[in-house]
């Protein structure tokens, strides 16, 4: 018998791996209507383009029921003359859930329930398109085996070819005699050639075996085994080696290894050998749990041979959240020597350095008030930092903050109880509490808000000296008020300008009682700038409390788009009056008189959506010369694209000017560069230039770099080359995380391989 455009369908159950012989049943819709025995199984015949009315047809096969799965096959003609199978003729299309198979013939062998599919065939499902010029469909074992095919990986995206390709029901795909890449089909780039390779589609990751990996035509890798990710997700492997020339470490290669060791918990070793100084070993733990999360970091070089020494650098980081607001924070560090940054590290801010932070939080929060307990210590690494210039541990600190408020009161209260160790100079207890009642009124465009606080401190010395007071105490009232105002033009109509003007005034009034006697633990004044003009406290810190009777000043304006609502120019102007000569100062400073403070201005306007201006300036109104200024241009016409210019100036300390550029050349090339220059010292900083090539499935980066390596001002100059292959090699970040700490604004420009 032999039928014209019909359509079978196999319904049996996709719970188990291995399908029963007793669960396929097999139905041919016919015109006939009439059931025809068939492999000792029921079968109906019907045209596929007729709708039928199933529940007025006994013969028709009810839906599955929940956990079946159904298979279709599509024909152009049918033969069931044959006693062993059937033959399927003109154009046959096998479908199953999401995947399809087409080929232009087919037969069904009923003894070995199998298909056997000839001539031009393919298969496609949401994951792998996979073509070839025959296949076979084992469908007890659920498995379809393809010869002389290829293939096709549209989320990566990735193709290849193979001489065998075996896809299973779980999702696995096995591959023999085979060649994969990332590469479009007229531009073979790099290829991987494997004996044999394995992807596991819902893992994400592939495994090969007997590999060569080439690079335009090139041989670059022979390994014996290997794994490679497919998709986004997390995978073990090796990650992108880094190659590069230093004169502090001579040719410098890290081929860093991922472990991919739970979803929770992953582990990367770095292997890095310098030929100047030997062979260090890097390693990352990074963990998350319910309610923690940390990541532990460790260098090591055991010998160096240019400093004759074991080396080593140790960061734990730790915070765990308990429930009802409770939580522990913990961050430690350890390095070996106070040159090991110098030697080993691979930028100015790093080399820079000078104390390494050590502490344990344990801290609780409720709506209104908070809790911390510290325990904090410093590890010192510039050897040239005097020990009375080194910082205080606090052994512990404790702090307790808490703020209540009604309609127009508020109630805060700020307290720190700290004992201070060290071996050098004072050490002992202070208590320092502060409580401050405020009123507000606010009316629309404008507030007024008088406060009241009472700052209480006291010490208790442990070390001072025979005949010495080994306790202070302080009390000063604190007086202040604080009022604006906000005036606002409104645009006649959407598309105009919205204009602010925002006068403030800020009152404060502290009395005057004699410090000289109090040590010094941990107070320093910062620098002048608009946070600075309008906090009550010139100090930071309560080892010294000025007295004051000033006024602070300033007014900022605002010009708004009406159109989108963004601020396209804001500047502000203030400035601190003295009204009474200032008697209480830190050792060493010079006390304030009756004249005006410094003018503080600070400008940022948004030229257009790629063009930015921020200027930082503080005019000294007693030399009647800058201060300090600070000012920076940005300039992002695209998304890949980047100009900057900035300056910076404090007076005697230093004058810096840096000019950054991200720009791509032609369609493929990409220049990276940076200049940083101290006027003072007039010597260079920082530079580097770098060329990026990037093809459609690879990227070349080459960086020449010259910076300030060590805190005596002497200079280390680095080269390094690094390639990159899609969906082969990571997204490293060197030189990416170099490219972000030297260019302001740079931030990733483009997308990643």
Not at 79 to 84: I, K, R
Not at 478 to 504: C, H, K, M, Y
Not at 645 to 654: A, D, H, I, P, W
Request: glycine content about 6%.
């Amino acid at each position: 018998m032999q039928l014209s455009n019909c359509a079978i369908v196999f319904l049996y159950p996709t719970q188990t791996s291995v399908l029963p012989e007793r669960s396929l049943k097999l139905f041919v819709w016919m015109s006939l209507l009439a059931p025809v025995p068939v492999f000792g199984q029921d079968l109906l015949c019907a045209p596929v383009a007729d709708s039928v009315d199933e529940s007025r047809s006994p013969l028709i096969p009810e839906a599955p029921p929940p956990g079946e799965a159904r298979i279709e096959i599509i024909a152009g003609e049918v033969d069931l003359s044959g006693e062993d199978g059937v033959e399927f003729f003109n154009q046959v299309q096998f479908r199953y859930g999401d995947r399809t198979i087409m080929a232009e013939s087919a037969t069904y062998d009923r003894q070995q329930q199998s298909i056997r599919v000839n001539g031009t065939v393919s298969y496609s499902d949401r994951d792998v398109t996979v073509y070839g010029e025959d296949a076979e469909v084992d469908t007890e074992n659920e498995e379809i085996l393809f010869t002389g095919a290829g293939f096709d990986i549209p989320a990566r995206p990735a193709r290849g070819s193979a001489q065998e390709i075996a896809i299973r029901s779980d999702q696995t795909i096995s591959f023999s005699s085979v060649n994969f890449t990332t590469c479009p089909q007229d531009q073979t780039d790099w290829e991987l050639m494997a004996q044999d390779i394995d992807l596991d589609i819902e893992e994400g990751f592939g495994t090969a075996r007997g590999v060569r990996l080439e690079f335009k035509g090139v041989p670059i890798l022979y390994a014996p085994y290997l794994t490679f990710p497919i998709d986004d997700r997390r995978k073990s492997g090796l990650l992108t080696p880094r190659f590069s020339e230093r004169d502090q470490t001579g040719l410098d290669i890290s081929a860093p290894y991922y472990f991919n060791l739970a979803p929770n918990y992953d582990l990367t070793l770095e292997p890095r050998l310098m030929s100047k100084r030997g062979l260090q070993l890097n390693s990352e733990f990074r963990y998350l749990l319910p309610s923690s999360e940390g990541l532990l970091a460790f260098e090591y070089l055991p010998d160096d041979s240019d400093a004759n020494r074991r080396r080593s650098y140790l960061t734990y980081d730790h915070t765990t959240r308990f429930s009802r607001g409770w939580q522990i924070e913990a961050s430690l560090a350890d390095v070996s020597d106070d040159a090991y940054f110098e030697d080993l590290g691979n930028s100015q801010t790093v080399a820079s350095q000078t104390h390494l932070n050590r502490y344990v939080d344990i801290s609780y929060r409720a709506d209104a008030w908070s809790l911390l307990a510290r325990f904090q210590a410093y590890q010192t690494i510039d050897s040239l930092i005097a020990a009375e210039d080194r910082p205080y541990e606090r052994v512990p600190q404790i702090l307790f903050d808490g703020s209540w408020s009604g309609e127009r009161w508020r109630f805060d209260s700020t307290n720190e109880l700290v004992m201070f160790d060290r071996d050098v100079g004072a050490t002992g207890w202070r208590l320092d509490s502060t409580e401050e009642l405020s009123f507000s009124f606010r009316k629309p465009g404008m507030y007024l808000t008088p406060a009241l606080a009472l700052r209480q401190t006291n010490y208790w010395i442990d070390n001072s000296a025979p005949g010495e007071r080994d306790n202070f105490s302080r009390t000063l009232p604190v007086a202040s008020i604080d009022a604006g105002l906000v005036f606002e033009r409104l645009p006649e109509n959407e598309s105009g300008w919205i204009q602010t003007l925002e006068p403030r005034i800020l009152y404060v009034n502290r009395p005057f009682e004699d410090q000289s006697e109090l040590p010094i633990f941990d107070t320093i004044e910062p620098d002048f700038n608009l946070v600075q003009l309008f906090r009550k406290y010139q100090y930071v810190g309560p080892d010294r409390i000025s007295d004051a009777d000033q006024v602070s000043l300033g007014v900022t304006a605002r010009l708004i788009d009406g159109a989108s609502g963004r601020e396209r120019l804001t500047a502000t102007l203030g400035q601190t009056r003295v009204l009474d000569t200032q008697r209480v100062s830190l050792p060493g400073q010079y006390l304030t008189d009756v004249s005006p403070s410094d003018y503080i201005a600070e400008v940022s306007i948004n030229v257009s959506d790629a063009w930015r201006l921020d200027v930082d300036y503080q005019w000294d109104s007693e030399t009647n010369s800058t201060a300090r200024a600070e000012t920076s241009v940005h300039f992002t016409p695209q998304e890949d694209r980047y100009a900057g210019f900035s300056y910076r100036l404090r007076e005697g300390l230093l004058e810096q000017g840096d000019i950054s550029l991200v720009w791509p050349v032609g369609q493929s090339w990409r220049v990276i560069g940076h200049y940083s220059y101290s006027f003072l010292e007039e010597e260079a900083l920082d530079r580097f230039l770098g060329w990026e090539y990037e093809a459609c499935c690879w990227r070349l980066r080459l960086i020449g770099r010259r910076y300030i390596s060590r805190r005596t001002g002497e200079s280390d100059t680095s080269i390094s080359v690094q390639l990159q292959l899609r969906g082969f090699s990571d997204d490293a970040g060197y030189p990416e995380e170099l490219l972000d700490r030297g260019i302001l604004g740079y931030q990733r420009l483009g997308n990643p391989l």
